[in-house]
């Protein structure tokens, strides 16, 4: 599975951006795709996570600003970002899991949310 995230940018506090994430490959396999993001120094954490159904789950920093979705038909995957804040300013990954239990990344995108 190869996955390129693309979108990020400098916005300001209050802003939006709109994710994108492109898969190609061994589509068959993915159970669930997913973003997540990292600042120097810290681990990468999840933002959302999407199944194959369509259920949704998000850390608790996104929840009400930020909507994950997936157009199946076109193989992607989408992160809607609102409402951002400085503290929302990372590099931006995303994820694919497959039925074999394997974990595939992105490169990131950056995400720079100014004051």
């Known amino acids: 599975v190869q996955l390129q995230a693309s979108g990020g940018g400098l916005v300001q506090a209050g802003g939006s951006l709109r994710l994108s994430c492109a898969a190609s490959?061994?589509?068959?396999?993915?159970?669930?795709m997913g973003w997540y993001r990292q600042t120097p120094g810290k681990q990468r954490e999840l933002v959302a996570r999407?199944?194959?159904?369509?259920?949704?789950n998000y850390a608790d920093s996104g929840k009400g600003r930020f909507t994950i979705s997936r157009d199946n038909a076109k193989n992607m995957m989408y992160l809607q970002l609102d409402s951002l804040k400085p503290e929302d300013t990372a590099v931006y990954y995303c994820?694919?899991?497959?039925?074999?239990?394997?974990?595939?990344w992105g490169k990131g995108t950056q995400v720079t949310v100014s004051s």
């Open positions: 490959g061994s589509i068959f396999s993915i159970l669930s």
């Open positions: 999407i199944s194959n159904s369509g259920t949704t």
């Open positions: 994820n694919a899991y497959t039925f074999r239990s394997e974990d595939y």
